[in-house]
């Protein structure tokens, strides 16, 4: 007699991969995966990167049949996993320095085509100092040209290698070591920084996405989506820092979900300069939530409650809400975005990925 099972959701609303049919598993799931970024290295415990990476050269490892080669900024990545003349990495992997990664990357390719051997695809990675900051121009000379290269942001929004100082993807009001939690207006100013994903697609490059390390489905299937691409493509994923953000390391995971479930993070895809999907927001909550567990934001709850402070953070999360109609339901701003004139592209449809919603645009929102 056959029985219907119903799923009761909670959490991070994954099902078990056990319950799913075998293609959809997880890529870590599989005895057989590459195991790219292997044990002993030298990340901090519960590294929100670290575990990114894993997932994020897994799922293209498998994605590309094996034929990978990718290329590491310098940074915490870079530095946990390959302490001469140890290495973590089981994949073809070059160091380059700390803001040309997409430039190396960009050669790598060009050498690959030269030689005929287009069927080797190209990764490249860093942290957001190196992508959003000094290896920016590098980024966006490698999205101009249209390379083969897809490139992988681990955004802990901080310098965290060499001390935990402020970049230009750090939260407004989070404390750093050059932004300091002192005066009338503590931590990180306000209307600083900038949005990476979003200058990507202004760059109309075939895809753009945005992710989390509390989603590793989500998180290899864009990876493996922008495998099946070519042209340059750009991955932006949160991986929360214990020791930058003073978080619990037994919290990565949570903080990373707080940071969508409050609509600080939105989650999405695009192309050609549209979003075409988001995560939608299932169990909203009040930033605050998201600030309490983090000692970088300490000084908006001691010595006294910064509800100036914290407002100012609710409202950026409320644009992102309303920009990216992140709460399913609600009524978004519809707009058509980032075209240049004459060169738009048709919008396309979410294609089954998990947790989303098609169609969805926006102008450029704070992140
Ligand atoms: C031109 C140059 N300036 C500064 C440095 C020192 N440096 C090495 S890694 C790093 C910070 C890396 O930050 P990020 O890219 O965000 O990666 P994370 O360590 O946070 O993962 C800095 C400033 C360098 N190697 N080269
Ligand atoms: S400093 Fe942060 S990013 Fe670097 S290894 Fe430690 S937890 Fe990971």
């Not at 990340?43 to 590309?64: I, N, Q």
């Not at 495998?227 to 949160?238: P, W």
């Not at 993070?265 to 600030?291: C, K, M, Q």
């Not at 975005?337 to 089954?352: L, M, S």
Request: charged share 20%.
């Amino acid at each position: 007699m056959s029985q219907h099972v119903r799923f009761y959701q909670t959490g991070s609303f994954a099902v078990g991969n056990r319950l799913l049919p075998i293609q959809a598993r997880t890529v870590q799931s599989d005895p057989t995966r590459s195991n790219s970024l292997t044990s002993g290295h030298r990340a901090c415990r519960g590294c929100g990167e670290a575990l990114g990476a894993r997932y994020v050269l897994d799922a293209a490892m498998r994605a590309t049949g094996g034929r990978l080669v990718t290329v590491n900024a310098t940074g915490c990545l870079e530095v946990f996993s390959t302490p001469y003349p140890e290495t973590s990495w089981r994949v073809p992997w070059l160091h380059s320095l700390f803001g040309n990664a997409p430039a190396v990357a960009s050669g790598v390719a060009a050498a690959l085509k030269v030689r005929d051997r287009g069927d080797i695809r190209v990764l490249g990675q860093g942290g957001d100092g190196g992508t959003v900051d000094i290896g920016f121009g590098a980024l966006s000379g490698m999205f101009e040209r249209g390379d083969d290269v897809l490139f992988v942001c681990y955004d802990n929004q901080g310098y965290m290698n060499t001390g935990v100082q402020r970049s230009g993807a750090t939260p407004p009001a989070a404390r750093t070591s050059t932004t300091q939690a002192v005066g009338s207006a503590p931590g990180n100013v306000f209307g600083q920084g900038k949005s990476a994903p979003l200058i990507a697609m202004a760059h109309e490059i075939p895809y753009v996405a945005t992710a989390t390390i509390a989603d590793l489905h989500d998180l290899e299937s864009k990876v493996e989506r922008a495998m099946g691409l070519h042209g340059a493509r750009y991955l932006h994923v949160l991986v929360p820092c214990p020791l930058g953000w003073g978080s619990e390391a037994a919290q990565t995971i949570r903080v990373a979900r707080l940071a969508v479930q409050s609509g600080l993070f939105p989650v999405f895809e695009a192309e050609r300069g549209n979003v075409t999907a988001v995560s939608p927001i299932r169990h909203r909550v009040h930033v605050e939530e998201y600030l309490r567990p983090q000692i970088r934001f300490r000084h908006l709850f001691e010595p006294t409650r910064r509800a100036d402070v914290i407002d100012g953070l609710q409202a950026i999360a409320d644009r992102n809400i309303r920009r990216f109609g992140l709460l399913p339901g609600r009524r978004h701003e519809a707009t058509v975005c980032y075209h240049a004139a004459g060169r738009q592209q048709p919008g396309q449809q979410d294609r089954g990925l998990a947790n989303r919603t098609p169609g969805v645009r926006g102008p450029a929102p704070a992140m």
